[in-house]
């Protein structure tokens, strides 16, 4: 398993009831189901992601975040509301957090850190916009339309009183790295933040 | 049928006919001392009777669900796109039940069925029969068949409300709901286009107050007119003007009242090769059961309090030019779905074909069942 998918599945407990945005294939939740005895639904969007989750045994439902947003779910309706690796493809990620705290008590989100080192030193050298393995699009049709760094993150949730319960960083390969933890705005490729409202 | 049978057709099926003796009490608080029901299977039911699928038919559907009756039909049944080895309802792996419901006009016991009280047929004495009953009538018949649990109850439109109805009213009962191009009430719009198709026929000369059969006729033309009228309503505006556009079956305007267009005389086909094989009673009471069907109507209108009952899974599909039954329809039913926190997927297929897109296979929609279905069998050991 990813090591950033395992890092989640430790904070989801028997009988959670979880959400996930942007689900892709089902792996996930499908995992949590079946190993963490959790409950659930996923949204996506993708055909042939949905597909493989009715074909896995996963709740999915067909639903654009940007288009419909999470109005269909109640208040504090799930113990779990994750997002991994679509916060930066939202229209608006600031609605999507507040959202994901409206329906749930808790949040997961990753995405990948757009001040990584190797993103900046791309910029810095060839002035075109930086590509990479987590980011492997061009400027011009990536779906990765909101892209921040950590420390953006962390300023709109303190902004928006949000409360930061865990940062996890991870690199390219999903691998925990000392020098990641140490500048992680830097050296982190990938974020995973556990958040909740502050009370 | 074609010179030979397709590899992925059940072949050549006949219909049985199943005679329930004891009466069953119906909504309306009539009952029916006892009845007919009409039923085709497919495939094999396994050892523990775990791998049955039963097929809930629409408005003018019927038991005839798949393969040919005989060499010289014409064509399959009504949903053999989608049953069949290999197809998504797999006959190799499941147990298909197909029936045709009470108050149906190809065989099982309805209105024009001949009321042992009288020696003559029901007619207008027919009972109303509502989706609750069909459901009831099917779970009498799952038990004469050594049915205790489906896999999956499936059905499209009308159908796909009586696979939502078992899930409620026989919640250990079956597995598996799928419900597709459905909707958990009709709406005004709805309830109105099926009461011009039910003043068509009550209008007509030769309704009889719906004793017919007594004087040897058939409403024939308020039938096609009730038919063409749906009709309109299973089609899209985009896939009719793709099929018809404003063609004209002759070169120019006659300045008359004769079907010119090549869409007037479509429908005028399909709406007099309808009355010619559909009984008048029938379409009342189905449109009826359409209309009555509101399972969240005990719940003060909260369809998710209804759905608590529930326990099985669904699988929801809508199709993006439906207009009769909207995805919003679907995407109603599956939030409460949802607020029930019952296990549920949905989908909405983009396909062109308004309403009728249900009978049609296209890539997604056939990817999406084989994969649920698929699925399904597995869970049960098929």
């Known amino acids: 398993m990813r090591p950033d998918l395992e890092i989640i599945q430790q904070w989801v407990q028997p009988g959670h009831h979880v959400l996930d945005l942007g689900c892709g294939d089902g792996t996930l939740l499908d995992f949590l189901q079946r190993e963490r005895g959790a409950s659930g639904f996923g949204l996506e969007i993708n055909p042939d992601h949905i597909t493989a989750c009715m074909g896995r045994g996963v709740a999915v439902i067909e639903q654009n975040l940007d288009t419909q947003g999470l109005g269909n779910f109640e208040d504090g309706s799930f113990d779990i509301v994750l997002m991994t690796q679509a916060l930066q493809a939202v229209r608006r990620p600031d609605r999507v957090l507040d959202e994901m705290l409206r329906v749930g008590s808790e949040g997961i989100v990753t995405f990948p850190n757009f001040a990584h080192w190797r993103l900046r030193w791309g910029l810095t050298l060839s002035g075109r916009m930086p590509e990479s393995e ?43 790295s000392w020098l990641a933890r140490l500048w992680p705005n830097l050296l982190g490729e990938i974020a995973i933040y556990r958040i909740t409202r502050e009370t | 049928m074609p010179d030979t049978l397709p590899a992925d057709s059940v072949g050549i099926v006949s219909p049985q006919t ?243 267009f090549q869409v007037e005389s479509y429908l005028r086909y399909q709406g007099e090769r309808f009355s010619e094989s559909f009984d008048a009673n029938t379409y009342l009471l189905m449109t009826r059961a359409l209309d009555y069907f509101d399972p969240a109507y005990e719940f003060g209108g909260d369809l998710s309090k209804a759905l608590a009952a529930a326990s099985c899974e669904y699988l929801v599909l809508s199709f993006s030019t439906d207009w009769r039954f909207t995805p919003a329809r679907s995407e109603e039913m599956v939030n409460a779905m949802i607020g029930a926190r019952r296990k549920v997927s949905y989908a909405e297929v983009d396909a062109p074909w308004g309403h009728d897109a249900f009978l049609i296979p296209t890539p997604r929609y056939t990817d999406i069942f084989n994969a649920y279905m698929d699925r399904v069998a597995r869970e049960v050991g098929a």
């Open chain 1, 134 to 176: 987590a980011l492997p699009y061009k400027w011009y049709n990536t779906p990765n339309i909101r892209l921040c760094t950590f420390k953006d993150f962390e300023a709109l949730c303190r902004q928006k009183g949000i409360r930061i319960k865990s940062r996890r960083v991870v690199d390219g390969q999903h691998q925990n």
């Open chain 2, 18 to 260: 199943y005679h329930f003796d004891a009466p069953i009490d119906l909504a309306c608080g009539q009952s029916l001392e006892n009845y007919d029901l009409v039923v085709e299977t497919y495939g094999t039911l396994n050892a523990d009777a775990s791998n049955a699928v039963l097929i809930c038919h629409a408005l003018s559907g019927h038991h005839h669900a798949a393969g040919y009756h005989s060499a010289e039909d014409r064509k399959p049944g009504w949903w053999d796109s989608c049953i069949g080895p290999g197809k998504p309802i797999d006959t190799d792996r499941f147990f298909v039940v197909s029936l045709n419901n009470l108050g149906g006009c190809h065989g099982s016991t309805g209105p024009n069925s001949i009321n042992p009280e009288t020696g003559k047929p029901f007619g207008p004495e027919f009972p109303v029969i509502t989706v609750g009953d069909w459901v009831k009538s099917q779970a009498l018949l799952a038990d004469r068949l050594g049915i205790q649990c489906w896999a999956a109850v499936v059905g499209g439109s009308l159908g796909g409300m009586q696979a939502l109805q078992w899930s409620l009213d026989y919640p250990d009962r079956l597995r598996h709901a799928v419900v597709i191009a459905s909707t958990p009430r009709l709406t005004a719009q709805n309830i109105a286009f099926n009461e011009v198709a039910r003043q068509a026929i009550t209008s007509d000369r030769e309704f009889h107050e719906g004793r017919y059969y007594d004087f040897d006729t058939v409403p024939r033309r308020g039938l096609m007119l009730a038919r063409m009228v749906g009709h309109i309503t299973y089609l899209s505006d985009a896939s009719m003007g793709e099929k018809f556009g404003r063609e004209l079956r002759d070169q120019a305007y006659k300045f008359g009242y004769d079907a010119e």
